[in-house]
């Protein structure tokens, strides 16, 4: 078995991926890789020999990403004067919705519970037993998830029913 070190390094490429898929920015994927590797070498005292380490650690990040997203929804939102135009309008979500013609731009205007599952399935590879257990939800959960998900990306792309969505591999496979 190798040392806890090597372990945890070996998922930062997997991590770096999911988490900047997650939020969007490369800096803030970074501080929730940093935070993810983190807390997953603190507490490595509770992985259990045996078990998928990736698992776990997708756990961990999907954890700090939702007490993050929580903490930010919580709080108004601020802007310096430096920052801020002068201008308060606001675009229309349907230009928003015409222009999202890539799946990274589609993925971004997902529900983060569509888009965590569709992440998780499409582009990590895990089954759908995995994915519940990441996420702490029940299977048909990430089933309806997915299939949501994978419907609303078809709506923003302009793909139709007949054509499947792909993030990097077609084939999505069940438990």
């Not at 070190?5 to 939020?23: F, G, K, M, N, S």
Request: charged share 30%.
């Amino acid at each position: 078995m190798q040392n806890k070190d090597a372990l945890i390094v070996q998922q930062i490429p997997r991590l770096r991926r999911y988490a900047r898929a997650l939020t969007g920015d490369a800096s803030r994927a970074d501080d929730l890789v940093q935070d993810c590797v983190e807390r997953a070498w603190r507490k490595f005292h509770l992985f259990r020999r045996g078990s998928d380490i990736r698992a776990w650690m997708f756990t961990i990040m999907h954890n700090l990403h939702v007490n993050t997203v929580r903490k930010a929804s919580a709080r108004p939102a601020v802007v310096s004067l430096a920052e801020w135009d002068g201008d308060r309008s606001v675009r229309p979500a349907q230009e928003s919705a015409v222009e999202a013609r890539g799946v990274v731009r589609a993925l971004a205007l997902l529900p983060p519970e569509q888009r965590e599952v569709i992440l998780l399935v499409g582009l990590e590879e895990l089954t759908y037993r995995e994915v519940a257990k990441i996420a702490g939800i029940p299977i048909g959960t990430v089933m309806s998830r997915l299939s949501r998900g994978r419907q609303r990306l078809r709506d923003l792309t302009g793909e139709g029913p007949e054509k499947p969505v792909s993030l990097s591999k077609p084939n999505l496979r069940k438990p």
